[in-house]
């Protein structure tokens, strides 16, 4: 399980980097910093990937609201569907600090 999301937080953060538009991948990186931010105040600095991968499984039921909280309101580039691609990277970028983080 934790190989497979792993997988999936890593392709999420190549799209971001990827992205073609500075400032929507801008917009991105501030609401990632938010999910971050989150996963701080949920797990702390020392954590395992174990614990990060049961964070995730219920991720989607309050990231996608503090995504939506944390967008700016006057941007419509922003939509539902970035939230997963946001949620998912954070993830990827949180994991690298995991006390058995191995790349």
Avoid: C, H, K
Wanted: glycine content about 4%; hydrophobic content about 40%; overall charge negative.
């Amino acid at each position: 399980m934790i190989e497979s999301s792993r997988i999936q937080w890593e392709d999420a953060r190549q799209r971001l980097e990827n992205e073609q538009d500075p400032a929507r991948q801008q917009q991105l990186f501030v609401l990632v910093d938010a999910v971050l931010s989150e996963l701080r105040r949920d797990l702390g600095s020392v954590f395992s990937l174990s614990e990060l991968d049961g964070r995730y499984a219920e991720a989607e039921r309050w990231a996608i609201q503090l995504v939506s909280d944390a967008a700016p309101r006057e941007s419509a580039r922003v939509g539902p569907a970035d939230a997963t691609l946001v949620q998912d990277a954070a993830f990827d970028m949180y994991a690298r600090g995991a006390n058995d983080y191995q790349p």
